[in-house]
């Protein structure tokens, strides 16, 4: 008996969120194709012009803004950020430095200590544990 093994595809929305780039920006021959595991992985792995564009001036996803702001995603919802946007317009946010994007920077710090605090109290009670197990 020999085996089929069927290509894997995926939709251009989620090939586009694997790439980091904005798929209403993509090319439209990507946007009405599907793409395939392999192409993923060369498009990932050199990238054509367009991608290299794409990912260096943008538009960029909100997840990709807000990893570039140092806020969280519903922190930009919170600034009323709910578009897409250039890597340009998110240097010119950075100038400008309102004051819910210094809020939301403050608060995601917060965050990020809370959470490395969190792991630590977790690895010291799981070390007494280790020990009381001994």
């Known amino acids: 008996m020999t085996s089929h093994q069927n290509t894997q595809t995926m939709k251009p929305a989620t090939a586009a969120k694997k790439l ?12 009405e ?43 930009l919802a919170r ?8 890597t340009e317009q998110i240097e010119a946010l950075k100038a400008e430095s309102p004051e819910w994007l210094q809020k939301e920077r403050a608060t995601q710090a917060e965050v990020r ?13 799981q070390a007494k544990q280790e020990q009381r197990d001994k």
Request: hydrophobic share 35%; glycine share 10%; net charge positive.
């Open 79 to 86: 600034g009323g950020v709910t578009e897409a946007l250039t």
């Open 20 to 31: 980091g780039v904005y798929l209403e920006a993509t090319p439209a021959e990507f946007q």
């Open 33 to 75: 194709g599907v793409v395939s595991r392999a192409e993923l992985n060369a498009l990932q792995t050199d990238p054509p012009e367009w991608l290299r564009d794409l990912r260096r001036d943008g538009p960029h996803p909100r997840p990709v803004v807000a990893a570039k702001l140092g806020v969280s995603i519903s922190g």
């Open 113 to 125: 200590k809370e959470t490395v605090r969190i792991k630590e109290k977790n690895k010291e009670k």
